[in-house]
């Protein structure tokens, strides 16, 4: 239907899927560094105040940790390359398990956000754009600048104090009520769907509204943003002008032809909303006790506990890598001119 | 002569601006027979693109007002007439565009033929009794055949490519069989061959002379240079600070000028021995324009009554109309 066919595209999906590799060496070094840099030592936290000193030593050579860094990042290194993250200095399990564990309800919990965000942002965009200066667009507006500026953690306490302390209309926190059922792919509401099980759906559909909406407001305010401004930009664009001139009807130049060009700077948005719903779900998933990586990584952080924070960046970045390689294919699809 | 296709009465357009009010139409009229070619003539500012939008009912809108005066087609006068009805039978069907710049007319996300297609959707003049398939073989040929006449090689292949794959000339070729497509009575060529390249202009030009003849269409095509003006109109029409100084057939128009202005336009085309001379001062400023002739703060023979009285338009010879008080005088100012 006009849009660029995958042949065309393979060279371009190479081209940055090359640029992965590199990426990725460079988070890798990066938060290595980092975790080597900061101020305390996590060999001491993890031995407890009461070690002596000899006992944190004897640990800091078990650990690995006096021998010289770089032999300690080729270690490292080593070890993420076949996928080993290593181990809690805190609980000693694999980090990669604890990962995996709580890996599904982060995915679940960041798709139904950007799901909320995008379906919601993108035509809330528009139509602030095609009535511009209307009520409606300065309602948008201040809604969309009020969602970026608002403390997440805030709305997010905001939100249950109405609708579950005050209203009751919605669970507190957690993810299930009571023991989630046996999940094929931890989705709880994809399993519940393929299950056609409507009340597990409904249960889990009540736990992840309050979390998934908070934590959707600041990306869907940038998607509404962005979406408004390119659709802006694009009706005042000389084909624009022709179509109109022509007497090409109003409902093709805006859905087909607007829409497509003004996608194109949103695409890209929605790569860097996907860093604001990773950040976003660290806190979120804190106040909302979601057992998710990002309850994890708060954890962690609190723990001190390296290794695993370690991990969390790592698979952060790797998954905003990821995500905004798709992103690049998306947008090479919608653009069919090669911008590579 | 009996009416005229096109004739626009006496309209004035108003843009809203951060300096006030600017009067960018005064009073302008002009009239356009059927299969005539009139070119709309004057320095950028003057008005002439805010004219052909006038007509095609596409001013910007909020910040622009018709504030009087007529555009009577076929009859009808559009300014009247209700925006879906002009959108639908008279724009891209009755009347089309010749854009300035192919380059930015076209959507760079689709290609050439999704747009003509899109166009020929609502704008093509196939017979009512056709459709579905006959329909859209009558589209599909008539887009091959139109193609062809405007030179674009292989139009089948053509209508598969993205705009970025065309030079400007072929864009505008393109546009130009856009223009046609639709068996429109009147196209309107807003500066075609500004944004390309010269060796270029001329090519576009006899195409575009040529295929109004054949088709019988009516063409208002609007330039800063007399020149053009003189190789491919029937008619030129000079117009100055949103009014029209001077209109007359191509041939008394140039034999026989009238206005100072046209003087002014004349002397400044670059000749091989002629020295050029440039017409002191600026483009009036239509947020204050002055009293009077709009012309005067710039006419070598301006007098006191310039400035006192507008002066009238007075038909100085049959179908040649000037806006001057000093018709009668011919002779070249310096």
């Known amino acids: 239907m006009g849009y660029a066919s995958v042949w065309k595209i393979l060279p371009i999906v190479l081209s940055r899927a090359v640029w992965v590799v590199p990426t990725l060496l460079g988070l890798i070094v990066i938060t290595f560094v980092l975790s080597r840099v900061i101020p305390a030592d996590p060999v001491a936290l993890a031995a407890g105040e009461a070690a002596t000193v000899e006992q944190v030593e004897a640990l800091r050579v078990k650990l690995g940790y006096d021998r010289p860094i770089l032999a300690q990042f080729g270690t490292y290194l080593g070890n993420v390359f076949v996928g080993d993250l290593g181990r809690s200095l805190f609980t000693d399990r694999e980090i990669v398990e604890d990962l995996a564990d709580r890996l599904p309800a982060t995915i679940e919990l960041t798709l139904v956000s950007m799901f909320i965000a995008i379906a919601l942002g993108i035509p809330l965009g528009i139509l602030s754009a095609v009535k511009r200066n209307s009520l409606m667009d300065h309602l948008v507006r201040i809604l969309s600048v009020g969602g970026l500026a608002v403390a997440s953690f805030w709305l997010a306490i905001m939100l249950q104090l109405l609708f579950s302390m005050r209203l009751g209309w919605l669970p507190l926190s957690g993810r299930y009520s009571g023991f989630a059922p046996e999940s094929a792919t931890g989705l709880l509401l994809l399993d519940a769907l393929l299950d056609l099980d409507f009340d597990s759906l409904s249960i889990a559909l009540q736990h992840i509204t309050l979390p998934a909406l908070t934590l959707a407001i600041p990306s869907m305010a940038t998607i509404v943003r962005f979406t408004r401004a390119g659709v802006l930009e694009v009706l005042n664009s000389g084909f624009v002008m022709y179509e109109r001139a022509m007497g090409f009807p109003e409902s093709t130049i805006l859905f087909k032809y607007v829409f497509r060009n003004a996608l194109t700077s949103t695409v890209t948005q929605i790569g860097l909303v996907f860093g604001l719903l990773l950040a976003g779900a660290v806190v979120i998933e804190a106040v909302f006790n979601w057992p998710g990586i990002g309850l994890y990584a708060y954890n962690s952080i609190l723990q001190s506990d390296y290794n695993a924070i370690m991990g969390f960046t790592l698979w952060a970045g790797g998954i905003f890598i990821f995500v905004n390689l798709i992103v690049d294919i998306v947008h090479s699809l919608i653009d069919p001119r090669g911008t590579a | ?334």
């Open chain 2, 1 to 334: 002569m009996s009416a005229p296709m096109l004739s626009v009465q006496q309209v004035s357009v108003d843009f809203a601006t951060e300096d006030g009010t600017v009067h960018v139409l005064d009073g302008v009229s002009l009239a356009v027979g059927r299969g005539e070619i009139v070119g709309l003539v004057g320095e950028s500012g003057c008005g002439k693109s805010t004219l052909a939008r006038t007509i095609l009912g596409v001013l910007p809108p909020h910040i622009s007002t018709v504030s009087g005066g007529r555009v009577v087609f076929d009859g009808e006068n559009l300014l009247d007439m209700p925006h879906r009805r002009l959108a639908r039978d008279v724009r891209g069907r009755r009347i089309t565009l010749i854009p300035q710049d192919p380059y930015q007319a076209f959507n760079p996300l689709f290609t050439v033929g999704t747009q003509i297609m899109d166009l020929m959707r609502t704008k093509s003049p196939a017979p009512g009794g056709l459709s579905g398939r006959a329909r859209k073989r009558f589209d599909r040929d008539r887009v091959i055949q139109v193609l062809e006449a405007v030179n674009i090689p292989s139009p089948a292949e053509a209508l598969k490519k993205l705009p970025h794959e065309f030079s400007g000339g072929q864009l505008q070729r393109l546009m130009i069989a856009m223009a046609f497509l639709p068996n429109p009575e009147l196209i309107i060529a807003d500066e075609p061959t500004t944004a390309l390249d010269v060796t270029i202009q001329a090519q576009i030009l006899r195409l575009l002379r040529n295929m109004a003849d054949r088709e019988g269409v009516a063409v208002i095509f609007t330039t800063h240079d007399l020149a053009t003006a003189y190789q491919l109109c029937d008619r030129v029409v000079v117009m100055y600070a949103g009014q029209e100084m001077e209109d007359a057939d191509t041939d008394s128009f140039f034999a026989s000028p009238r206005h100072p202005y046209t003087y002014g336009l004349l002397g400044s085309i670059p000749g091989k021995n002629a020295e050029v001379r440039e017409i002191p001062g600026e483009m009036a400023n239509l947020a204050d324009p002055p009293s009077g002739c709009r012309f005067r703060t710039r006419c070598a023979r301006a007098e006191v009554r310039c400035a006192e009285a507008r002066p009238p338009v007075t038909e100085c010879a049959a179908g040649h109309v000037v806006r001057c008080f000093n018709t009668a005088n011919e002779q070249v100012a310096t």
